[in-house]
């Protein structure tokens, strides 16, 4: 440090890093919401890259920032460094930094909070880094001592054309998605077909039934196109939707098309023996051009990054796995194992078979002179194991695969009871500054709506996680099957639907 002028370098290369990463932040964000990349590798690996960078050129702009206070040639002072125009040196092009910086906090912190902020805010926001980095282009060539230099002058270039391309391809490949879907916006739409609820937290769109088609003996595809066209939110592997009947009601189902296909939302439908009018009304009554209201996408069996899955589903439990498999890169090493009573009545199982000749193996009961050996099928796997359908085999699966490398998805709640007396529980609601008593015989999801707290739930049985609220203090009796009582404990959430709680008094961040 007792070289004169190094705070005037570490100010010029941090300026110039900080420029190089948030061009690569957004182009890698237009690559990422143009599904571009979907095959290079998982999407979480790729949207923490996104993140990464866009945390890394924040670092970088702080640096720069602070070296410029302890030059001593600048000497900038602390308000000249974050107020716009402070300073004499250069007040507009030192102004348009200033500015971007406050953009790229924004951007960074809103991120992080993405899942509790209305996803249209959240998204016009995020656009603005489009103008930050406009805006660093020209503090760059206004304010840059180098800007004369030859090899200042081939990274602008170079760095401008990368960013001024990708937002091109960025506006035209969001045109062609909104023209390709404004055939919807002709349909005319019966009035008794309508049905608007308020969603709190959890978006709600209306969806109108574009296609229907039998798969298998006894199940439905279906799909759903937004209403007025557009782009549907991004969504992960293992996600569901929740379906507003017009009888009144509400039944999730996994989405099972490519995530990379942002126009539509693909669903399959089991017509289930004993329906308790879900799936029977859907069989009997839905017909192309009805419109629905549509929640979420939600998602508790999310696809995590590894080297090596193996897929375990039975009957209709293949539907959130065909998106998993949809979604994986070409070299990934992976496995099916797709269970069912016989092959008529397994949805997928000849697409599947022809497209992942190597990968899929079909278990159909009328095929078979004996039972699936699961443990046959598991005991030499190191893989990450994913498992969906009926509990017997996920109980079975899950018995012989290790907790770390098991993950499973229940369509039905598993009966769980406390062993705690039923008694009066004390709710508090920490935000509205509400607090009520629960009776013994009533669930705290009753209790918040009864009590003008709202809180969107839908199947009320502890599987979908609809209703999921944060604990700030008490202990949770965990009675539902969403996720793994652990997890829940280290996120601090709970559902209220069906869980209840040691001890007389809950909070909650509500």
């Known amino acids: 440090m007792n070289e004169p002028h190094i705070w005037w370098y570490i100010t010029r290369a941090s300026a110039l890093i900080a420029w190089a990463l948030m061009t690569m932040s957004v182009l890698w964000g237009i690559l990422l919401s143009t599904r571009v990349m979907r095959r290079i590798d998982n999407p979480a690996w790729l949207q923490d890259l996104h993140r990464y960078l866009g945390g890394l050129t924040l670092f970088m702009v702080a640096l720069h920032m602070v070296s410029l206070m302890l030059d001593g040639w600048l000497k900038f002072s602390l308000p000249e460094t974050l107020v716009p125009f402070a300073t004499d040196y250069k007040p507009l092009a030192v102004a348009l930094g200033i500015i971007s910086f406050y953009i790229l906090i924004a951007v960074q ?208 439990g293949i539907t959130p796995i065909k998106a998993m498999i949809e979604s994986l890169p070409v070299r990934r090493k992976w496995k099916l194992i797709y269970v069912g009573r016989s092959r008529s009545t397994m949805a997928f199982a000849e697409e599947l078979l022809e497209r992942y000749p190597d990968h899929v193996e079909i278990h159909a009961s009328d095929e078979q002179d004996s039972q699936l050996d699961v443990y046959a099928l598991t005991a030499s796997s190191t893989a990450q194991v994913y498992c969906c359908g009926p509990e017997s085999l996920m109980s079975a699966v ?3 695969v290790p907790a770390e490398r098991m993950h499973l998805e229940r369509f039905v709640a598993i ?75 280290r996120l601090k959430v709970m559902y209220p639907c069906v869980s209840r709680a040691e001890g007389d008094k809950l909070v909650l961040d509500l």
């Not at 919807?184 to 709190?200: G, S, T, W, Y």
């Not at 996408?297 to 080297?307: G, I, K, R, S, T």
């Not at 707290?453 to 502890?462: A, D, F, I």
Request: glycine fraction near 8%.
């Open 398 to 400: 899950a018995s012989f």
């Open 109 to 316: 912190g809103t991120s992080l909070f993405m899942n509790r902020l209305p996803r249209r805010f959240w998204k016009g926001l995020h656009y603005s880094s489009y103008v930050a980095l406009l805006l660093v282009a020209l503090h760059a060539g206004w304010s840059g001592t180098d800007v004369g230099a030859w090899w200042y002058r081939v990274l602008a270039i170079v760095l401008i054309s990368v960013a001024t391309i990708a937002v091109l391809v960025r506006i035209i490949t969001g045109t062609k998605t909104r023209s390709s879907s404004s055939p919807v916006r002709e349909k005319a739409v019966p009035a008794e077909d309508q049905l608007v609820l308020a969603r709190p937290q959890i978006d709600t769109r209306t969806m109108v039934v574009s296609t229907l088609e039998d798969v298998a003996q006894g199940v439905r595809a279906i799909r759903l196109l937004p209403l007025g066209g557009g782009q549907l939110p991004v969504w992960h592997p293992g996600a569901h939707v929740t379906l507003h009947l017009p009888n009144g009601l509400q039944r999730q189902y996994s989405l099972c098309g490519d995530p990379a296909e942002r126009t539509h939302f693909d669903i399959a439908v089991l017509k289930t023996e004993q329906s308790e009018g879900g799936s029977e009304w859907i069989h009997a009554n839905l017909s192309p051009g009805m419109t629905l209201e549509v929640s979420g996408p939600l998602n508790h069996f999310e696809l995590e990054p590894a080297n090596e899955y193996f897929f375990i589903a039975g009957g209709i």
């Open 415 to 489: 009966a769980r009871a406390s062993s705690l007396p039923a008694s009066p529980l004390e709710v508090t609601c920490r935000k509205s500054k509400k607090s009520f008593v629960v009776d013994p015989q009533e669930s705290i999801l009753d209790a918040l709506e009864e009590n003008g707290l709202p809180v969107l739930g839908s199947c009320k049985k502890g599987v979908c996680g609809t209703c999921e609220v944060r604990v700030v203090e008490g202990k949770p009796v965990h009675l539902d099957s969403v996720i793994d009582d652990a997890e829940k404990d």
